[in-house]
């Protein structure tokens, strides 16, 4: 079945330090979402991502979708202690109602 | 006023009961879904409806039993609870749409219902 996996799955940075999670799926897709889920929190929605090659900017936050729309990537600048938290992609096929979440990167962020 | 609604919050129970966890959402989606995670934050779906009509329906174990009266609302049910059904489950909603990038839903999940099986 479909998998999307994350790397890494911990990071801790300084603060002011930059972070890269990445996402890769063993099938390719149709679009990609962003969440980032505070400790204790829920999900939330924060990008979708549907052209190959696409790039959002969201103020310090760079999200990335691969050209063969396998993989994807979110860079975050400058990082602050705001910033902590479970970041997940999610990744659908066409023809489906399923999104299928990462495995998640966490990441603390030290003042 | 919460968009999306899950109780109860947190649920601590015995081996072997029965329980039930209610969600409703006030945002006129017609998709809602069911995710459990882990203690190592793994998020995966269980369920989903549309419009009534269930539409994922993952490898779970048959003692879970999801109902949806309505778009509005979806309702987990567990029989014979066992200790690995300790997680988090998560409802989230979304509005279906289709088109060019086959078919798009941003999921606006609940604050989640914490079950505890002793």
């Known amino acids: 079945g479909q998998q999307v996996m994350q790397i890494p799955q911990y990071q801790h940075v300084q603060e002011g330090e930059d972070f890269t999670t990445y996402c890769n799926s063993s099938?390719?897709?149709?679009?990609i979402q962003w969440y980032k889920q505070r400790p204790g929190g829920h999900p939330v929605f924060l990008i979708q991502?549907?052209?190959?090659?696409e790039v959002k900017k969201q103020k310090r936050l760079t999200f990335q979708f691969g050209e063969a729309k396998k993989n994807s990537s979110l860079h975050i600048t400058a990082t602050q202690t705001t910033d902590v938290g479970t970041y997940f992609c999610?990744?659908?096929?066409?023809?489906?109602?399923?999104?299928?979440f990462g495995t998640g990167t966490r990441l603390k962020v030290l003042a | 006023d919460t968009a999306v609604s899950q109780t109860p919050k947190y649920l601590v129970t015995q081996m072997g009961n029965d329980k039930s966890i209610k969600c409703e959402q006030n945002?006129?989606?017609?998709?809602m879904y069911w995710y459990k995670q882990d203690s190592k934050k793994f998020l995966k779906i269980m369920f989903s409806?549309?419009?009534?009509?269930?539409?994922i329906n993952e490898t779970v174990p048959n003692r879970f039993s999801p109902k949806s009266p309505d778009k509005a609302h979806l309702n987990l049910h567990i029989n014979s609870l066992e200790l690995g059904d300790s997680a988090v489950y998560f409802c989230?909603?979304?509005?279906?749409?289709?088109?060019?990038?086959?078919?798009?839903?941003?999921?606006?999940f609940g604050a989640g219902s914490r079950l505890t099986v002793l």
């Open positions: 099938t390719t897709l149709s679009n």
């Open positions: 945002l006129g989606h017609d998709t």
């Open positions: 991502l549907v052209k190959s090659g």
């Open positions: 989230a909603s979304s509005q279906w749409t289709s088109g060019r990038a086959g078919g798009a839903n941003v999921l606006t």
């Open positions: 409806y549309n419009n009534k009509e269930l539409i």
């Open positions: 999610a990744g659908k096929t066409s023809g489906t109602y399923k999104y299928i």
